[in-house]
Structures are given as C-alpha cells and as structure tokens.
C-alpha cells in the first residue's frame, strides 16, 4: 500500500492540514521519530497505533545509514500490508529527515508506494509568530546558523539553528542587520520567546530562529497611504521596522502580545512557565543526524 509522509506543522496540534489529519487518522501505524513528533502525533492518533524509532545521536554516516537500513526495513512491511505514516515537524521536504527514509525505501524496499502530505513549515509560521509582513516581490533566504555562524549578504534571512545566538547577532549586526529571535514557535515543550536581545537566548536551543532584515530597505507599500494616527488605534501598533505586533489568545479569552513573552516579568507571571529542554529532542532535529525538521 502506500507509506505517507505527513507534515505536522510547527508544533502545535492545531495547526496540522485537514489532509494531514486524515492521513494520520487513516494510518495502521504512525512512525515518529522523536519525543516532540511524538507528542504532536499523540493529539490525533491512540497512544497503541504509534511507532517509535530509534536514531543514533552521531554524525558517523555510516551509524547513521545503518539506523536508516532498520528504519526502514521496520516500515516496509506494514507499508506493504496497509497504509502508515512517518510524521516530521514543519514540512516533510524542508530541514526534515523524511528524505533520507524515502531514499533508504526507494533503494531498499522499491515496492513500497510513497505519498507526500506537506506541512507548515517554519519558514513561513515565522512571520506571524515575529510580526513581520514579508511584501510581494520581496527576496527572503534560507541559511544555517548553527554554532554561531553568521550569513549575510541577502536583504532578509530566515536563520534555522541559531545555536549560539549572541555570536550570531554580532556578526548580523556588524553587518548592517536588525535581528529578531523565535524559540520554540508554536511549540508546547518548553518556553516559547520572541526577542530582539540574544542575551536571553544565551543557552543553547536547537528550536531557534531569526529574522535578519538590512537595515534601511525602502518598502513601497501602496496601502501605506492609509496609515494615520486614527486608523492605527484598531489596527495595532507597528514598531520602526514595519512590523505589526502579534496577538495571543489565552485560555482564559484575553490577548497576550508575542512581545510580551519576551519580557521577564510578564514571562513569570502571564502563563505557566515550561522547562526549557536544551539542544534537540533526541531524535527531533536533523543536524547530520537522525531526526526531523524545524
């Protein structure tokens, strides 16, 4: 039968496609290959039609080909019997570990059908999650920034894996780039945080991005007419780089900005605050190793 790669979004359970939901909710079995996966997955499916794998914390490729082989020879078999389901954070093609499955299948096990079922991914969540309004005919970056590395060069950059967030920032900065950071962006482990001080960022988190924009790009927006002090009391308010400050529904009915997780006093006391778990999830991260996306 067929094997489906499903997205699961972002983190949080209700942001999986319609799609997605019915694949999972079809699924004999649902494969995932770490705890972060896992629990997303959990919200949709019983606790007894999942399937957990086991992913080697190495860059040994030769470990990590051997933990894919058993992967893989472990799904085949009820592939070809039913329908099952490998789930992946974010999109299954974007910074995900489902590629090196499908190419473990398609070399291995070549009867086994494969269907794809595509995901929000962070690339595009962040923009909501930051407040920032990518315009039409605006060039946007993909880069690594793992260990402290900084890229440049683009106009904006979606940085994944910023690990060392404040050497990060300062070769951004030196660069001529306005910073924002995202932990955890939808995510219900941990502490999510939007801020635009690295320092509050300073032990490591795998689930970590940023927003790099040059500072003093023209943005022509033909709306931008309409922007006065009247119209702004109900559209919110903007902050020196164009951006919109994002709202959060709480529990209890009432709004939250997104800025305001950033600050600690509004931290320690506007919601129940999560351990932050340091680095990846085991197997729910893809820097080399086995795991999933961002």
């Known amino acids: 039968m067929t094997l489906h790669g499903v997205g699961l979004g972002p ?80 999109d299954p093609n974007v910074y995900s570990t489902f590629g090196h499955l499908r190419r473990t299948l398609e070399a291995f096990h070549p009867d086994v059908g494969i269907e794809l079922v595509p995901g929000v991914s962070a690339v595009t969540a962040f923009t909501t999650a930051l407040g920032v ?31 060392d967030a404040p050497a990060t920032h300062e070769g951004l900065v030196e660069a001529g780039y306005d910073v924002t950071y995202g932990r955890r962006l939808y995510m219900e482990q941990g502490e999510t945080l939007v801020t635009d001080d690295p320092h509050e960022l300073d032990d490591r988190d795998y689930y970590t991005l940023a927003y790099a924009e040059k500072r003093g790009l023209e943005k022509e927006r033909a709306t931008a007419a309409f922007e006065t002090d009247d ?3 109900d559209a919110g308010s903007s902050d020196s780089k164009g951006r919109t400050e994002p709202k959060t529904i709480e529990p209890d009915g009432g709004e939250r900005s997104e800025a305001s997780r950033s600050s600690p006093e509004l931290r320690s006391t506007g919601g129940t605050r999560i351990e932050r778990t340091e680095g990846c999830e085991h197997g729910d991260c893809d820097h080399s190793h086995g795991g999933e996306n961002a």
């Open 11 to 90: 983190g949080d359970p209700g942001l999986i496609t319609v799609r997605g939901k019915r694949a999972l909710e079809r699924a004999d079995v649902v494969y995932s290959p770490g705890r972060l996966s896992r629990s997303v997955a959990l919200e949709h499916v019983p606790e007894d039609r999942i399937g957990d794998l086991d992913f080697p914390m190495t860059t040994d490729e030769s470990e990590l080909r051997d933990a894919w082989r058993e992967a893989a020879a472990a799904i085949a078999p009820n592939a070809r019997d039913g329908d099952v389901a490998f789930v992946t954070l974010g």
């Open 133 to 163: 309004e990518i315009d039409a005919g605006a060039g946007l970056a993909l880069r690594e920034a793992a260990r402290g590395a900084s890229p440049t060069g683009p106009e904006r950059m979606v940085l994944f894996k910023v690990t």
């Open 231 to 233: 119209a702004s009391v």
